[in-house]
């Protein structure tokens, strides 16, 4: 078995299951928070243990990938952008606060939740979806429940370890920051400390459907809590009755690692620090609810080529569907499955992604002619096939940035695109066997390269360049339009405009040399013909351009109509 990060963890996890629960499915769990878009950060956390859960199911071991979706959380502030009047749904839970203005969607948690599992059934994770909101509404939970109020003294003691640990651990910077980057929950939640004592249950107010709410006293025996509103509403409810409320965050997720035996889930870099819900949960979970602690790896932030660490809580980040916009699953899946879970790595939205194109391409063609090396191998298994499936792909691939100034150029023409990509494989036969990589080069050109990269070619010819040229410039020009129509293919236009300063220097135009001056001319040959065609001092490689811009419209725009 190769030894990537993914089989180690399996090999570990398979141990502990089978030391656990002997014969039943292994558990890996994740924890989204749908208070608004989910980003790919937050995707780290869903493809970390759906990696480790598919290997497990590529052994032949029956594995469960439960996503808890954290819409019984508080709805904490209004977002950039969304109408202030929203202010009045603060403290509500998710699942209780209408869907931002024109959704479809029949609540806040639903409008967010619905791009990411669109987004992670074109990834190929499969996954069993948990609503917080339906379990502690059918009152699923308790049992649970019932047993942390009465052992609260306990949970008290528990956090009392940690609180001062907390206030002297070095503060994060940005708090909001901080918040966005917890795995899963609601980190900055209150831990339940109240002027009334601890109570680790907080009720939603059956009048304003707030969270603002105090436990003023709770009986054991009866299970009647008593508890005021902000509002000013105040009533007793029985516990073992009541089901608008839930668990405060650092003990809810202890609570539900034991209700659903989880052997497997990661955490955000922010849990290795005192105090942190993953620290103090594995005690929690041990003493209270009476089970072990998943193995819960530490994974690190999730960066985008050009921004600082991302955080939803400023608005603006860039989603899985993002990401899937502008390019394949299979090279997205491979970015989180290449680096071990505490490594860093980037997204790139911006030229980047051409390197990165790159660089799969590249593994592709080692994986298929054996010279991989096994850690690659593995990596490249992964992200292009799943347990139960093989990703779509592109079936003639050529590379991303080929693709990406082609449809720069033909400003999105498919006649004129399918024309310039025969010269580069003139076996293809329509667009559709380019799809999906060049719909997606085609989104990423439109979307993310700025309006000044673009490449607009000239209308008519720069007459006032043309005639201040000197005798030098106008004969390489002569040369190039004397040369078209018999170098007119992406190889023979590639010869052509390397060879016309070779033969302006009395050499062959197929001649290999390449000393310092012929170098320099060329460069000055290339800037002078960009500055014809497009108005600028670069562009697309050359023999593409001129492709794209045809023969006649080259010799006009180079005075030689």
Known sequence: MDADWVARFADEVIAEAERRAPGKPVVCASGLSPSGPIHLGNLREVMTPHLVADEIRRRGHECVHII????????RKVPVGVDPAWNEHIGKPLTSVPAPPGSEHPNWAEH?????????????????????????????????????MRERRRIDAILDQYRTKKAKAKEVADADEAAALEGSGAANEDDGS????????????????????????????????????VCGHSETVLLSEHTRGKLVWKVDWPMRWAYEGVVFEPSGVDHSSPGSSFVVGGQIVREVFGAPQPIGPMYAFVGISGMAKMSSSKGGVPTPADALSIMEPALLRWLYARRRPNQSFKVSFDQEIQRMYDEWDTLTRKVQDGTALPADQSAYRRASSTASRVLPETPRRLPYRTLASVVDIATGHEEQTLRILRAFDPEIGGLDELRPRLDRAQHWVNTYVPAEERTQVRETPDKELLDTLGAQDRESLRLLAEGLGEHWSLDGLTTLVYGVPKVQAGLDMDAKAATPELKAAQR???????????GSDTGPRLPTLLLAVGRDRVRELIGHA
Do not use: N
């Open 112 to 148: 967010f939740k619905a791009p990411m599992i669109a987004a992670l059934a074109e990834l190929g994770v499969e996954f069993h979806g948990i609503s917080q909101t339906q379990m502690y509404g059918s009152g699923a939970y308790r049992e649970q429940v019932l047993l942390a």
């Open 524 to 534: 000055a040959f290339f800037a002078l013909l960009y500055r014809l065609l497009v």
């Open 68 to 75: 808890s979706w954290d819409d019984f959380d508080r709805f």
């Open 194 to 229: 109240g002027a009334g004592g601890y109570y680790p249950y907080k009720p939603y107010c059956s009048v304003c459907d707030r969270d603002m709410t105090t436990v003023t006293s709770y009986d054991d025996e009866t299970t009647a809590m008593s508890y005021t509103c």
